[in-house]
């Protein structure tokens, strides 16, 4: 069973950096797509950044491109999100996703199966 597990969220400031990470337990062979998304209250869950295991193609949101950089370590165990230049819109809970299927929709959470707990992330000054 794949189970995904996320660290690294707090607070940051304005047009500072932050790195999270997400565990990935049994996904190195079983995970075909892992995902970053984020949500803050009252909206709905939003895709961020898509790490297609096969290749390595990764696939941003346009609110976050030239920003963020979605990798994944050589063991394929955990999956990174860097952000810089964050802005204060960036606050939100942040979610690491798996999928073992293809997708038609990188950034669609309905297309992932596995979600982690998620971890926080504050931007103030």
């Known amino acids: 069973q794949v189970q995904l597990r996320e660290s690294g969220g707090g607070s940051v400031q304005p047009g500072g950096s932050l790195r999270l990470s997400c565990a990935a337990s049994?996904?190195?062979?079983?995970?075909?797509?892992i995902n970053w998304f984020r949500q803050t209250s009252g909206k709905p869950r939003e895709g961020v950044a898509s790490?297609?295991?096969?290749?390595?193609?990764?696939t941003y949101a346009d609110a976050v491109k030239g920003r963020f950089t979605i990798s994944r370590d050589a063991a394929g165990n955990t999956v990174y999100l860097q952000l810089d230049m964050v802005r204060p819109e960036d606050a939100a809970m942040y979610y690491c996703?798996?999928?073992?299927?293809?997708?038609?929709?990188?950034?669609?959470?309905?297309?992932?199966?596995?979600w982690g707990p998620g971890t926080q992330v504050t931007v103030s000054s």
């Open positions: 996703a798996a999928s073992n299927r293809g997708v038609l929709d990188p950034l669609d959470p309905s297309e992932y199966a596995y």
């Open positions: 049994q996904c190195r062979d079983k995970c075909v797509r």
């Open positions: 790490f297609y295991a096969a290749t390595g193609a990764t």
